[in-house]
Protein backbone atom coordinates (compact mmCIF):
# COMPACT_ATOMS: atom_id res chain seq x y z
CA UNK A 1 0.00 0.00 0.00
CA UNK A 2 1.28 2.91 -1.14
CA UNK A 3 1.64 6.32 1.39
CA UNK A 4 -1.27 8.50 0.22
CA UNK A 5 -0.07 12.04 1.80
CA UNK A 6 2.62 12.08 -0.40
CA UNK A 7 1.16 10.50 -4.13
CA UNK A 8 3.58 11.16 -6.89
CA UNK A 9 2.25 11.19 -10.77
CA UNK A 10 4.68 10.20 -13.83
CA UNK A 11 3.65 9.26 -16.86
CA UNK A 12 5.24 7.60 -19.91
CA UNK A 13 4.00 7.97 -23.59
CA UNK A 14 0.85 10.49 -22.86
CA UNK A 15 0.61 13.31 -25.54
CA UNK A 16 0.87 16.53 -24.07
CA UNK A 17 -2.76 17.44 -24.10
CA UNK A 18 -3.41 14.32 -21.89
CA UNK A 19 -0.56 15.44 -20.02
CA UNK A 20 -2.29 18.91 -19.21
CA UNK A 21 -5.26 17.50 -18.32
CA UNK A 22 -3.60 15.48 -15.84
CA UNK A 23 -1.70 17.66 -14.11
CA UNK A 24 -4.75 20.01 -13.99
CA UNK A 25 -6.51 17.36 -12.33
CA UNK A 26 -4.01 16.38 -9.72
CA UNK A 27 -3.73 20.17 -9.32
CA UNK A 28 -7.68 20.88 -8.45
CA UNK A 29 -7.51 17.95 -6.21
CA UNK A 30 -4.96 18.41 -4.11
CA UNK A 31 -4.58 14.38 -4.15
CA UNK A 32 -0.83 14.61 -5.56
CA UNK A 33 1.58 16.09 -7.64
CA UNK A 34 2.83 15.84 -10.97
CA UNK A 35 6.19 15.01 -11.01
CA UNK A 36 7.05 14.84 -14.80
CA UNK A 37 7.24 12.55 -18.18
CA UNK A 38 9.46 10.54 -19.63
CA UNK A 39 12.28 12.36 -21.81
CA UNK A 40 13.45 11.68 -25.25
CA UNK A 41 15.21 8.66 -25.33
CA UNK A 42 15.25 8.11 -21.82
CA UNK A 43 15.29 4.53 -19.85
CA UNK A 44 12.19 3.75 -18.11
CA UNK A 45 14.57 2.71 -15.45
CA UNK A 46 16.29 6.15 -15.12
CA UNK A 47 13.24 8.05 -15.19
CA UNK A 48 12.04 6.10 -12.45
CA UNK A 49 15.24 6.54 -10.49
CA UNK A 50 14.84 10.45 -11.37
CA UNK A 51 10.83 11.33 -10.69
CA UNK A 52 10.65 8.72 -7.44
CA UNK A 53 6.57 7.92 -8.52
CA UNK A 54 3.69 6.89 -6.84
CA UNK A 55 1.69 6.41 -9.21
CA UNK A 56 3.14 5.83 -13.34
CA UNK A 57 0.73 6.27 -15.92
CA UNK A 58 0.74 4.97 -19.61
CA UNK A 59 -0.98 5.92 -22.69
CA UNK A 60 -2.07 3.98 -24.77
CA UNK A 61 -2.76 4.66 -28.49
CA UNK A 62 -3.37 3.37 -31.51
CA UNK A 63 0.34 3.05 -31.99
CA UNK A 64 1.62 1.65 -28.61
CA UNK A 65 0.81 -2.12 -27.41
CA UNK A 66 -0.79 -2.17 -24.02
CA UNK A 67 1.80 -4.48 -23.46
CA UNK A 68 4.15 -1.59 -22.73
CA UNK A 69 2.56 -1.15 -18.95
CA UNK A 70 4.26 -4.87 -18.35
CA UNK A 71 7.21 -3.23 -19.14
CA UNK A 72 6.84 -0.59 -17.19
CA UNK A 73 5.81 -2.66 -14.07
CA UNK A 74 8.93 -4.97 -14.77
CA UNK A 75 10.94 -1.69 -14.21
CA UNK A 76 8.99 -0.86 -11.32
CA UNK A 77 9.63 -4.32 -10.03
CA UNK A 78 13.20 -3.49 -11.10
CA UNK A 79 14.15 -0.67 -9.17
CA UNK A 80 11.95 -2.10 -5.40
CA UNK A 81 9.43 0.21 -5.68
CA UNK A 82 6.15 -0.44 -4.45
CA UNK A 83 4.23 2.48 -7.29
CA UNK A 84 1.88 1.41 -9.39
CA UNK A 85 0.57 1.69 -13.05
CA UNK A 86 -2.59 3.28 -14.17
CA UNK A 87 -3.18 2.98 -18.06
CA UNK A 88 -4.94 6.14 -19.84
CA UNK A 89 -6.70 4.94 -23.35
CA UNK A 90 -7.78 6.66 -25.83
CA UNK A 91 -11.60 6.50 -26.51
CA UNK A 92 -11.26 4.85 -30.00
CA UNK A 93 -9.63 2.02 -28.47
CA UNK A 94 -12.93 1.17 -25.59
CA UNK A 95 -13.25 -2.40 -27.71
CA UNK A 96 -10.05 -3.14 -27.11
CA UNK A 97 -10.21 -2.48 -22.99
CA UNK A 98 -11.05 -6.48 -22.98
CA UNK A 99 -7.88 -7.52 -24.31
CA UNK A 100 -6.03 -5.15 -21.98
CA UNK A 101 -7.27 -5.87 -19.07
CA UNK A 102 -6.83 -9.89 -20.16
CA UNK A 103 -3.23 -9.25 -20.88
CA UNK A 104 -2.73 -8.40 -16.93
CA UNK A 105 -3.19 -4.71 -16.46
CA UNK A 106 -6.30 -3.91 -14.75
CA UNK A 107 -5.95 0.07 -13.79
CA UNK A 108 -7.35 1.58 -17.06
CA UNK A 109 -9.01 5.03 -17.52
CA UNK A 110 -10.71 6.33 -20.55
CA UNK A 111 -8.86 9.80 -21.30
CA UNK A 112 -12.20 11.37 -21.46
CA UNK A 113 -12.91 10.40 -17.63
CA UNK A 114 -9.61 11.85 -16.45
CA UNK A 115 -11.47 14.85 -15.51
CA UNK A 116 -13.99 13.29 -13.69
CA UNK A 117 -12.51 9.94 -12.21
CA UNK A 118 -8.55 10.66 -12.35
CA UNK A 119 -8.09 11.50 -8.88
CA UNK A 120 -10.34 8.79 -6.95
CA UNK A 121 -8.48 6.17 -9.50
CA UNK A 122 -5.00 7.18 -7.96
CA UNK A 123 -6.32 7.19 -4.41
CA UNK A 124 -8.03 3.96 -4.95
CA UNK A 125 -4.50 2.61 -6.79
CA UNK A 126 -2.90 3.73 -4.12
CA UNK A 127 -4.93 2.01 -1.66
CA UNK A 128 -4.16 -1.36 -2.97
CA UNK A 129 -7.65 -1.64 -5.07
CA UNK A 130 -7.68 -1.12 -9.11
CA UNK A 131 -9.78 0.56 -11.26
CA UNK A 132 -11.41 1.07 -13.86
CA UNK A 133 -13.38 3.80 -15.82
CA UNK A 134 -17.33 3.47 -14.99
CA UNK A 135 -18.22 3.26 -18.58
CA UNK A 136 -16.56 0.62 -19.67
CA UNK A 137 -16.64 -2.20 -16.45
CA UNK A 138 -19.24 -3.26 -18.68
CA UNK A 139 -16.89 -4.74 -21.21
CA UNK A 140 -14.99 -6.73 -19.38
CA UNK A 141 -15.89 -10.69 -19.73
CA UNK A 142 -14.71 -12.04 -16.24
CA UNK A 143 -13.68 -9.23 -13.77
CA UNK A 144 -11.01 -10.17 -11.08
CA UNK A 145 -12.42 -9.46 -7.17
CA UNK A 146 -10.46 -6.40 -6.53
CA UNK A 147 -11.91 -4.76 -9.63
CA UNK A 148 -14.91 -5.33 -8.75
CA UNK A 149 -14.91 -4.57 -4.87
CA UNK A 150 -13.03 -1.42 -5.80
CA UNK A 151 -15.73 -0.67 -8.45
CA UNK A 152 -18.74 -1.26 -6.22
CA UNK A 153 -17.01 0.91 -3.80
CA UNK A 154 -17.01 3.93 -6.44
CA UNK A 155 -20.61 3.68 -6.59
CA UNK A 156 -22.38 7.52 -6.27
CA UNK A 157 -22.80 8.25 -2.70
CA UNK A 158 -26.56 8.81 -3.21
CA UNK A 159 -26.88 5.51 -5.04
CA UNK A 160 -24.78 3.60 -1.69
CA UNK A 161 -27.24 5.51 0.19
CA UNK A 162 -30.72 4.04 -1.64
CA UNK A 163 -29.19 0.73 -1.09
CA UNK A 164 -28.05 0.43 2.07
CA UNK A 165 -31.33 -0.42 3.90
CA UNK A 166 -30.60 -1.69 6.73
CA UNK A 167 -27.57 -3.40 6.37
CA UNK A 168 -24.04 -1.82 7.22
CA UNK A 169 -21.95 -1.23 4.60
CA UNK A 170 -19.77 -4.11 5.39
CA UNK A 171 -22.50 -6.14 5.58
CA UNK A 172 -24.06 -4.88 2.07
CA UNK A 173 -20.19 -5.46 0.56
CA UNK A 174 -20.41 -9.47 1.39
CA UNK A 175 -23.70 -9.83 0.29
CA UNK A 176 -22.80 -7.96 -3.28
CA UNK A 177 -19.32 -10.02 -3.71
CA UNK A 178 -21.58 -13.40 -3.04
CA UNK A 179 -24.63 -12.06 -5.05
CA UNK A 180 -21.49 -11.68 -8.11
CA UNK A 181 -20.54 -15.10 -7.66
CA UNK A 182 -17.25 -14.78 -5.77
CA UNK A 183 -16.54 -17.55 -2.95
CA UNK A 184 -16.63 -17.01 0.54
CA UNK A 185 -12.65 -17.59 0.62
CA UNK A 186 -12.27 -15.37 -2.34
CA UNK A 187 -14.24 -12.21 -0.20
CA UNK A 188 -11.96 -13.02 2.64
CA UNK A 189 -8.88 -12.70 0.82
CA UNK A 190 -10.04 -9.24 -0.62
CA UNK A 191 -11.85 -7.79 2.70
CA UNK A 192 -8.81 -8.92 4.99
CA UNK A 193 -10.85 -11.33 7.25
CA UNK A 194 -11.30 -14.71 8.26
CA UNK A 195 -13.70 -16.80 6.27
CA UNK A 196 -15.60 -17.37 9.60
CA UNK A 197 -16.00 -13.29 9.69
CA UNK A 198 -17.49 -13.20 5.79
CA UNK A 199 -19.97 -16.21 6.77
CA UNK A 200 -20.86 -14.24 10.02
CA UNK A 201 -21.40 -10.93 7.69
CA UNK A 202 -23.27 -13.34 4.75
CA UNK A 203 -25.52 -14.72 7.89
CA UNK A 204 -26.59 -11.32 8.96
CA UNK A 205 -27.44 -9.99 6.24
CA UNK A 206 -29.45 -12.39 4.53
CA UNK A 207 -31.44 -12.83 8.06
CA UNK A 208 -32.17 -8.91 8.25
CA UNK A 209 -33.45 -8.91 4.54
CA UNK A 210 -35.01 -12.79 4.67
CA UNK A 211 -33.04 -14.14 2.17
CA UNK A 212 -32.78 -17.96 2.20
CA UNK A 213 -30.63 -19.14 -0.91
CA UNK A 214 -27.84 -17.64 -3.54
CA UNK A 215 -30.95 -17.40 -5.79
CA UNK A 216 -33.18 -14.91 -3.69
CA UNK A 217 -29.58 -13.02 -2.94
CA UNK A 218 -28.89 -12.18 -6.10
CA UNK A 219 -32.58 -11.44 -6.92
CA UNK A 220 -32.55 -8.91 -3.97
CA UNK A 221 -29.69 -7.43 -5.83
CA UNK A 222 -31.42 -7.15 -9.41
CA UNK A 223 -34.19 -5.36 -7.30
CA UNK A 224 -31.52 -3.17 -6.09
CA UNK A 225 -29.44 -2.25 -8.92
CA UNK A 226 -26.31 -3.74 -7.63
CA UNK A 227 -25.51 -4.98 -11.05
CA UNK A 228 -25.57 -1.55 -12.36
CA UNK A 229 -21.82 -1.90 -12.19
CA UNK A 230 -21.96 -4.25 -15.03
CA UNK A 231 -24.29 -1.76 -17.40
CA UNK A 232 -22.07 0.62 -19.46
Known sequence: MIDQNRLRVA???????????????????????????????????????????????????????????????????SARTDAAVICV???ELIDKVPEIYEAGIHNILLESDIAMEFSRAITIIAGGGNYISRRIFGLIREPNIRSFYSALNTTPANAKDMESGPLSHREEMVLKLFAFGFSTKEIASELKVSTKTVETYKARASEKLDLRSRVSIVKYGCRSGWFSVLLN
Open 11 to 77: TVGVNRETVKRLCDNVSLSGTAIFVDEIRELERISDFIVRTLPNIVVVGINSQVSEFDAHIVRGSLR
Open 89 to 91: ATD
